[in-house]
């Protein structure tokens, strides 16, 4: 079982339209969740941070569910500029606090 | 403020042949990552740099994959000989706090192609 799991798509969705992507994760004692977003033959780049009590950022909202070990993302009124894949990361409890990352879920927004 | 700058952004060369993958993290970050993505797979962790130190090189393939950062500054990683299965995009990442919640900084890749 890998250890970062996600949905690869793609998801092919209209402008305005809400999506949610889901990543499940197999180690419990995780503590430190992040999205980020990659565009095609780009770096990583930070979406944003997941905090237990979930948090927003405009349209983006991240929530973490620890009982089931997964985290979410919510994209409302999707925008062409979404068009991207988006990675679950996992950060490592210790040592070196390296990232653990999911496959990425990719999703296309259509006009 | 520069971000983590990588080089060659590309790189096609034979089986067998030797390969340096340059990587320059931000000024006063000093923890260093290496991480690979190999086609069609997760990108999976390769080391981590503390300054001058290794701290964790488990992910390293095997011992044809050499890291250095000398002066902890600026790191290379060698591919010597390469083989078709090193094929991938190899990112560097730099971070002051590897704690914090703004996550790491990553460059732009090097898309390493072994024909």
């Known amino acids: 079982r890998k250890e970062v799991e996600q949905d690869p798509g793609p998801f092919n969705v209209p402008e305005g339209a809400t999506v949610a992507f889901n990543c499940t994760y197999s180690n419990s004692a995780s503590q430190s969740f992040f999205w980020y977003r990659q565009d095609c033959r780009k770096e990583p780049k930070l979406l944003m941070s997941?905090?237990?009590s979930g948090n927003e950022d405009g349209r983006f909202t991240a929530q973490l569910n620890r009982a089931s070990q997964y985290i979410s993302l919510l994209i409302r009124d999707s925008k062409l500029s979404d068009s991207a894949t988006y990675l679950c990361?996992?950060?490592?409890?210790?040592?070196?606090?390296?990232?653990?990352f999911g496959t990425g879920t990719r999703l296309k927004v259509l006009a | 403020e520069a971000g983590v700058t990588q080089f060659p952004s590309h790189s096609v060369i034979e089986k067998g042949q030797t390969v340096t993958l340059r990587c320059d993290p931000i000024s006063g970050h000093d923890n260093l990552y290496w991480y690979r993505r190999v086609m069609g797979k997760e990108i999976k962790f390769l080391l981590h740099f503390v300054k001058e130190s290794k701290q964790d090189e488990s992910g390293m393939p095997n011992n044809r994959f050499l890291a250095e950062r000398t002066g902890g500054t600026y790191s290379t990683l060698k591919v010597q000989p390469a083989e078709l299965e090193d094929s991938g995009v190899y990112f560097c990442?730099?971070?002051?706090?590897?704690?914090?919640?703004?996550?790491?900084?990553f460059g732009s890749g090097t898309r390493l192609t072994v024909v």
């Open positions: 990442a730099s971070s002051q706090d590897p704690r914090s919640s703004y996550g790491y900084t």
């Open positions: 990361v996992v950060r490592a409890t210790s040592g070196t606090y390296k990232y653990i």
């Open positions: 997941v905090y237990s």
